[in-house]
Protein backbone atom coordinates (compact mmCIF):
# COMPACT_ATOMS: atom_id res chain seq x y z
CA UNK A 1 0.00 0.00 0.00
CA UNK A 2 1.25 3.63 -0.67
CA UNK A 3 0.75 6.48 1.07
CA UNK A 4 -0.14 9.90 0.07
CA UNK A 5 1.30 12.53 1.65
CA UNK A 6 0.32 16.14 0.25
CA UNK A 7 2.88 18.89 0.56
CA UNK A 8 1.55 22.02 3.04
CA UNK A 9 2.57 24.21 0.07
CA UNK A 10 0.62 22.29 -1.85
CA UNK A 11 -2.78 22.18 0.28
CA UNK A 12 -1.97 26.29 0.73
CA UNK A 13 -2.16 26.48 -2.71
CA UNK A 14 -4.75 24.35 -3.75
CA UNK A 15 -7.06 26.04 -1.14
CA UNK A 16 -6.06 29.39 -2.75
CA UNK A 17 -7.47 28.19 -6.18
CA UNK A 18 -10.37 26.71 -4.72
CA UNK A 19 -11.48 30.33 -2.82
CA UNK A 20 -10.91 31.75 -6.16
CA UNK A 21 -13.54 29.84 -7.84
CA UNK A 22 -15.72 30.05 -5.17
CA UNK A 23 -15.79 33.97 -5.04
CA UNK A 24 -16.85 33.43 -8.67
CA UNK A 25 -18.96 30.45 -8.79
CA UNK A 26 -20.02 28.05 -6.70
CA UNK A 27 -20.80 25.77 -8.76
CA UNK A 28 -16.95 26.31 -11.04
CA UNK A 29 -15.29 26.14 -7.31
CA UNK A 30 -17.12 22.70 -7.07
CA UNK A 31 -16.49 21.15 -10.42
CA UNK A 32 -12.46 22.70 -9.47
CA UNK A 33 -12.88 20.49 -6.29
CA UNK A 34 -14.25 17.72 -8.10
CA UNK A 35 -11.70 17.36 -10.91
CA UNK A 36 -8.44 17.91 -8.45
CA UNK A 37 -10.04 15.02 -6.18
CA UNK A 38 -10.18 12.40 -9.40
CA UNK A 39 -6.60 14.21 -10.20
CA UNK A 40 -5.35 12.27 -7.13
CA UNK A 41 -7.10 9.28 -7.35
CA UNK A 42 -5.69 8.76 -10.61
CA UNK A 43 -2.67 9.61 -9.83
CA UNK A 44 -2.69 6.84 -6.36
CA UNK A 45 -4.46 4.54 -8.85
CA UNK A 46 -1.20 4.60 -11.35
CA UNK A 47 1.37 6.55 -10.53
CA UNK A 48 3.35 5.78 -13.14
CA UNK A 49 1.17 7.02 -16.19
CA UNK A 50 1.94 10.70 -16.09
CA UNK A 51 5.07 12.41 -17.82
CA UNK A 52 8.16 13.21 -15.88
CA UNK A 53 8.88 16.95 -16.25
CA UNK A 54 12.64 16.26 -14.69
CA UNK A 55 14.57 13.26 -13.03
CA UNK A 56 11.90 13.18 -9.86
CA UNK A 57 8.79 14.80 -10.72
CA UNK A 58 5.72 13.88 -12.56
CA UNK A 59 2.37 15.78 -13.71
CA UNK A 60 -0.76 15.67 -13.85
CA UNK A 61 -2.77 18.44 -15.77
CA UNK A 62 -6.24 18.67 -13.96
CA UNK A 63 -8.98 18.32 -16.50
CA UNK A 64 -11.09 21.54 -17.43
CA UNK A 65 -8.76 23.86 -15.38
CA UNK A 66 -5.70 25.59 -16.02
CA UNK A 67 -4.31 23.46 -12.98
CA UNK A 68 -1.61 20.91 -12.72
CA UNK A 69 -0.43 18.66 -10.11
CA UNK A 70 3.14 18.24 -9.52
CA UNK A 71 4.02 14.57 -7.53
CA UNK A 72 7.26 12.33 -6.72
CA UNK A 73 6.98 8.57 -5.97
CA UNK A 74 8.98 7.25 -2.83
CA UNK A 75 9.13 3.60 -2.00
CA UNK A 76 5.57 3.71 -0.36
CA UNK A 77 4.94 7.17 -0.67
CA UNK A 78 3.48 9.44 -3.38
CA UNK A 79 4.31 12.99 -2.32
CA UNK A 80 2.33 15.94 -3.98
CA UNK A 81 4.33 18.71 -4.41
CA UNK A 82 2.49 21.57 -5.92
CA UNK A 83 -0.99 22.09 -7.50
CA UNK A 84 -0.68 25.30 -9.53
CA UNK A 85 -1.74 27.18 -11.89
CA UNK A 86 -0.17 26.28 -15.49
CA UNK A 87 1.04 30.17 -15.63
CA UNK A 88 2.72 30.22 -12.20
CA UNK A 89 6.10 29.82 -12.00
CA UNK A 90 6.90 26.11 -12.93
CA UNK A 91 10.52 25.37 -11.05
CA UNK A 92 9.07 27.24 -7.73
CA UNK A 93 8.10 24.09 -6.13
CA UNK A 94 11.37 21.37 -7.43
CA UNK A 95 12.81 22.19 -3.82
CA UNK A 96 9.39 21.02 -2.14
Not at 5 to 31: D, F, L, N
Not at 52 to 60: A, F
Not at 74 to 88: D, E, S, T
Amino acid sequence: MTDLVIHPAAQMEYAKAAEWYAERSTAAAHRFASEVEAAIQAICKQPDSYPLVDDRHRLYLVNGFPYYIAYRQLPGLLRIVAIRHAAQDQDAWKDR
